[in-house]
């Protein structure tokens, strides 16, 4: 993903490894920037879905789950962790997974984000063809 999104921030890649490990490469978290986006994560994941790429969402902080709903804990405890659930989605990436299957996830990674893209207010925003719609925080 990283050598085919060269124009996006992910900041929230899986870590690197000591050379003497492998990683599982389970996951592969990416933070929106929502503030440049006209969809919410929730809209981002669908419309990956509707392209045939399953996107999630992960880490749902625990006490926003019913069951800790019920027992009175409510939205606000943990905002740092209520500003990353808001934003990540992990793209999929698994053992098997080919270069082409690597490049169509990015291809619908990026027509996504650039149909939910908030038109650019400044000329010199306009100017710049990259998308940045991925948090840099």
Known sequence: FQDLLPY???PNIPATHAKDSRSAWHLYP????????????AQIVL???ELGIEAHVHYMPV???????????AKGLCPNAE????????LPVYP???KADIAKVVECFHKVL??????ASAPAAKANSRVKVLSSR
């Open 47 to 49: 419309a990956m879905r």
């Open 83 to 90: 500003w990353y659930y808001e934003r990540v989605v992990t």
């Open 63 to 73: 006490y926003l789950h019913p069951y800790y709903l019920k027992l009175g804990y």
């Open 114 to 119: 650039l149909k939910h893209r908030k038109p």
């Open 8 to 10: 996006m921030t992910l």
């Open 30 to 41: 990416v933070l929106l920037k929502l503030e440049n986006l006209g969809a919410s994560r």
């Open 96 to 98: 098997k997974m080919t």
